[in-house]
């Protein structure tokens, strides 16, 4: 069991705001000098040097359960590797758009901007909706609440479930990783995006009521494996909100590790105030304070990620 890390001390919100913490980690990704944070991101050995994919890997971040670090875990890890130089695309594809404003963007709706929604019903190429954040190598494609109204628009479609596959090929050869964030439930949106991608990364609060929600989204995922799409898998379970004082965690990481083995990454997500703090400020946790447990889960995570993704493309 992975000891809990000592929480070390932060910068203040101001100090996040005002100092331009987060622009500086961006910056020193591309420094020379080995002590930035930047480079200690990039310097494990093994994750410097996992090969990118010939073709961007597309992974949907899903769990019908919500409240479990299901936008906050696409966010973060695609932020985490897009410091290390990885190039990554956001997929905001939940109407509720928490996405788009944990990286600091308005909706499309907001800002007059095309989105996700815009490509989906032919309003908008593909090339016109990708967005830039503060760190240069994280794009991402904003999400509206007109969202809600694809599955009745889509009703009599018979390629309904394959528009956002469609979608993002285009962008397969200028990425290394694209990540989904999907809605909270079972629907048109969430079959469109288990349809679209190779894996399903499945984030786990560690509490009784997840492993309900874990069940579902097996099921949803075999589904889609029979008429859709028979090459998607489970690209990992992540523990999130993990609190090592808890008997009932370790109760639960114990058996979901005894069923899924390899598949339950050995990073765990703990709570963190300052992780729950970074999206009301519109910043990953990394940009916000890259001294948080937060922080350091989610680099961490990226690491682990990477790694693995690195194995799977040449086997």
Avoid: W
């Avoid at 203040?12 to 200690?40: C, F, H, I, R």
């Avoid at 898998?233 to 090592?244: C, K, P, Q, S, V």
């Avoid at 447990?293 to 990477?306: C, V």
């Amino acid at each position: 069991m992975r000891e809990e890390m000592p929480e070390e001390e932060g910068i203040t919100k101001e100090q996040a705001l005002e100092e331009g913490n987060g622009q500086e980690l961006v910056s020193s990704a591309n420094s020379d000098d080995p002590s930035s944070p930047g480079q200690a991101l990039g310097s494990d050995s093994n994750f410097a040097q996992s090969p990118a994919p010939k073709l961007a890997k597309i992974i949907a971040v899903a769990n019908q359960k919500g409240g479990v670090g299901k936008t906050t875990t696409p966010v973060n890890l695609a932020a985490s590797l897009a410091v290390a130089e990885k190039r990554v695309l956001l997929v905001d594809f939940d109407p509720q758009g928490n996405a788009t404003s944990g990286v600091g963007l308005a909706s499309s709706e907001e800002e007059d901007e095309v989105g996700i929604y815009d490509a989906l019903v032919g309003r908008a190429e593909p090339a016109d909706i990708i967005r830039d954040t503060e760190i240069p190598m994280l794009k991402v494609i904003t999400s509206t609440v007109d969202l809600i109204g694809a599955e009745v628009e889509f009703v009599d479609d018979p390629e309904r479930d394959e528009r956002l596959k469609n979608i993002l090929g285009s962008y397969r050869k200028d990425f290394d990783f694209i990540f989904i964030d999907c809605p909270p439930s079972l629907s048109v949106l969430t079959i469109n995006a288990l349809t679209a991608s190779e894996s399903v990364l499945i984030p786990l609060q560690c509490e009784y009521y997840a492993l309900e929600g874990i069940s579902k989204i097996l099921k949803t995922i075999d589904l889609v494996k029979e008429s859709l799409n028979p090459n998607l898998e489970i690209e990992g379970i992540l523990f999130t909100m993990y609190d090592a004082r808890n008997n009932l965690t370790h109760q639960i990481v114990e058996e979901v590790r005894s069923h899924f083995g390899d598949k339950a990454y050995s990073t765990v997500i703990p709570r963190n105030v300052r992780l729950s703090e970074s999206p009301s400020f519109g910043k990953p946790v990394i940009l916000y304070d890259i001294n948080s447990k937060g922080a350091i889960s989610y680099m961490e995570l990226a690491r682990e990620f990477s790694v693995a993704t690195a194995v799977s493309s040449t086997t």
